[in-house]
T-cell receptor, first 115, second 113 residues
Framework: NAGVTQTPKFRILKIGQSMTLQCTQD?????MYWYRQDPGMGLKLIYY???????DKGEVPNGYNVSRSTTEDFPLRLELAAPSQTSVYFC??????????????FGSGTRLTVV | DQQVKQNSPSLSVQEGRISILNCDYT??????FLWYKKYPAEGPTFLIS?????DKNEDGRFTVFLNKSAKHLSLHIVPSQPGDSAVYFC????????????FGEGTQLTVNP
């Protein structure tokens, strides 16, 4: 059981380049999330999805886009990379609202550097 | 506006002693609280949670206490072990946010042998 798989693990981008961070889960979770972690700042929600075809903005969505065409996949797109997007990105998934345990399952992260 | 705050960036304790990690929140609508543990180069993993209808939840060496009047929760680890060295995040959610969690900044716990 792989859980949540993120690729790539590391990436260096030049300013203005674009890339897609991939996220796949095999637990049939309805909810999926993208967070970024900056030093000393905790985890900030970028986008989330409550099911295939449904996405919504989180706290820090500017500069990013997402899509959810299947239950399993939730890619995060950076169109014009900026130094402010240097961060560690985590994808997570969870069961739908109503479960006693609201715990998320996180991927291992993607460390992105924009230079 | 940081709704969930962990004011101590780091904590160092001796093996076998108690570790107490603290978390404060400002939104009284939060009704579910969780602690996550994160090792370097890994994603956070769920540790323990508590509903707002309780004031204590225990799981082995880990106990979470919730003081709603003070909007404060704490995680106690007894006894602490070197393998507990990690970053600990507290998180909170409420019904109208769906299952979205708001995270604190994290506290780096170091347990010295």
């Amino acid at each position: 059981n792989a859980g949540v798989t993120q690729t790539p693990k590391f990436r260096i981008l030049k300013i203005g380049q674009s890339m897609t961070l991939q996220c796949t889960q095999d637990m049939n979770h309805n909810y999926m999330y993208w967070y970024r972690q900056d030093p000393g700042m905790g985890l900030k929600l970028i986008y989330y999805s409550v099911g295939a075809g449904i996405t919504d903005k989180g706290e820090v969505p500017n500069g990013y886009n997402v899509s959810r065409s299947t239950t399993e996949d939730f890619p995060l797109r950076l169109e014009l990379a900026a130094p402010s997007q240097t961060s560690v990105y985590f994808c997570a998934s969870s069961y739908s609202l109503g479960q006693a345990n609201y715990g998320y399952t996180f991927g291992s992260g993607t460390r992105l550097t924009v230079v | 506006d940081q709704q969930v705050k962990q004011n101590s960036p780091s904590l160092s304790v001796q093996e076998g002693r108690i570790s107490i990690l603290n978390c404060d929140y400002t939104n009284s609508m939060f009704d579910y609280f969780l602690w996550y543990k994160k090792y370097p180069a890994e994603g956070p993993t769920f540790l323990i949670s508590i509903s707002s209808i309780k004031d204590k939840n225990e799981d082995g060496r880990f106990t979470v206490f919730l003081n709603k009047s003070a909007k404060h929760l704490s995680l106690h680890i007894v006894p602490s072990q070197p393998g507990d060295s990690a970053v600990y995040f507290c998180a909170a959610s409420f019904q109208t946010s769906g299952s979205r969690l708001t995270f604190g900044e994290g506290t780096q716990l170091t347990v010295n042998p």
